[in-house]
Every structure is written in C-alpha cells, then in structure tokens.
C-alpha cells in the first residue's frame, strides 16, 4: 500500500509569483484535504476534494485554488504569493464515513 | 466555531515516566478525534482515531480516551522513551467527509535519556 506522497519537497518563490504544489493520495483514497501549518502552530484547513469536486473550504483567499485528478491526485496552486504564505503544505487523504486522515510529508515554501 | 486547546504547551520528562496530554474541544458535536506525531519539519503520523460513540482507544505504550460531553480527550503514554520526543497534535472532525477538522496548537514533548 503506498502512502501518500507529496512533492516538491522544498520550494522557494518571491513575493507575488505563482506556485503549484503536488500530492498523491493513499491507494484508494478518494478525499483529499490540504492545510497549512505556519511555525509553532497547528495546521489550518484549507480546502478539500472530494471525487473532483471542491468539497469545503477554509477561511483562505481565492488565491488559494486546487485540483483534483481522476486517479485522486491533487495540486494546490497559490497566486499572487504573500510573505505571509511561507509555511509547510500538507496534504491528506481519507475515505468518507471512516475519516482517518492519512498525512504527506508536506512542502516546505520559502516566500522572499 | 470549534477550538481546540492543548494542554501543555510544553513538556520535558525524564526516561520511563508515565505521562498525560490532555486536548480540549469547545463544540462536543464532533464526528471523531484523532491524535498525531510531527517530528520537527516533517509530516503528521496518525496515532490513535477515535469515533464519537468510542471512549477509548489503545496501540501499544499509547492509549487515548474521548470523554465527548465535557470535550476532552487524554493521551497517555506508558514508560516513555526518548524516541517519543516530538510535537503531539489533537485534532476534531466535525463531519464523516472531513471537511471542518481542526487542530490544537500541538505539545512539544522532550523525553530526556
């Protein structure tokens, strides 16, 4: 059973450029949730997909916007980076009704 | 809104100490609760998942117990070991999709050999 997988590992962006970020749920996950998690403090949801479809959303901006593949892959794009957007990115999958989340390593941004 | 807390914030112990983190919900309407691990810079570990109708659940040196009412939840760890120094996070599921889980700020563990 493969865990689930996120990549870049590190990134390193400036201020008001564009960044797409990487998961790969669990095997036969469906769900996928993203949060961020700034320095010291717990992670923040942020949105998640469920079957390709925006299934809920945090209390982040527009800029923040995702995708969901057929295979339950999954990308988090960030427009207009914000110093304030530097922080670990982690991704998480699950199955509806039992709702064990299943976390990534996460990616490191860096906003300069 | 739910808010969860944690309490320590931090915490240093000695080797072979039996130990107690505690986690408080505001909302007691949650679907489960579940606890993790983080290592510095790293992702989460699930470590125990407990369902709303569950009071307690055990995996190995770790048990953890859900008192839904009062919105609480423990995790004890038996005969601790310096390889359980780490970040450990509570977090509430409000929904079966997942869709409003919301994390404590973590307790900062340092078990000392």
Redesign the interface.
């Given at each position: 059973e493969t865990g689930?997988t996120?990549s870049p590992t590190h990134l390193i962006k400036t201020r008001g450029q564009q960044v797409t970020l990487r998961c790969s749920s669990q095997s036969g996950h469906n769900?996928v949730?993203w949060?961020q998690q700034a320095l010291?403090?717990?992670?923040?949801?942020i949105f998640?997909y469920?079957r390709e479809e925006e299934?809920?959303r945090g209390n982040f901006p527009p800029r923040f916007s995702g995708l969901q593949f057929p295979n339950y892959s999954s990308e988090l794009n960030v427009n207009a980076l914000e110093l304030d957007d530097s922080a670990?990115y982690?991704c998480?999958s699950?199955l509806?009704?039992i709702?064990?989340?299943?976390?990534?390593?996460?990616t490191?941004l860096t906003v300069t | 809104k739910q808010e969860?807390t944690q309490i320590p914030a931090a915490l240093s112990v000695p080797e072979g100490e039996n130990l107690v983190l505690n986690c408080s919900f505001t909302d007691s309407a949650i679907?489960?609760l579940?606890w993790?691990r983080q290592d510095p810079?790293?992702?989460?570990?699930?470590l125990l998942?407990i369902q709303s109708s569950q009071r307690e659940q055990t995996s190995g040196r770790l048990n953890a117990s859900l008192d839904k009412s009062s919105g609480r939840s423990t995790l004890y760890i038996a005969a601790s070991q310096p390889g359980d120094s780490a970040t450990y996070?509570c977090?509430v599921?409000m929904?079966?999709?997942?869709?409003?889980?919301?994390?404590?700020?973590?307790t900062r563990l340092s078990v000392l050999p």
């Open positions: 689930v996120q769900t949730s949060y010291g403090q717990g992670p923040q949801f998640q469920y299934n809920g670990l982690l998480a699950s509806p009704v709702n064990e989340q299943y976390f990534g390593p996460g490191r | 969860v679907y489960n579940q993790f810079g790293k992702g989460l570990t699930s998942l996070l977090a599921s929904d079966n999709y997942g869709q409003n889980f919301v994390f404590g700020p973590g």
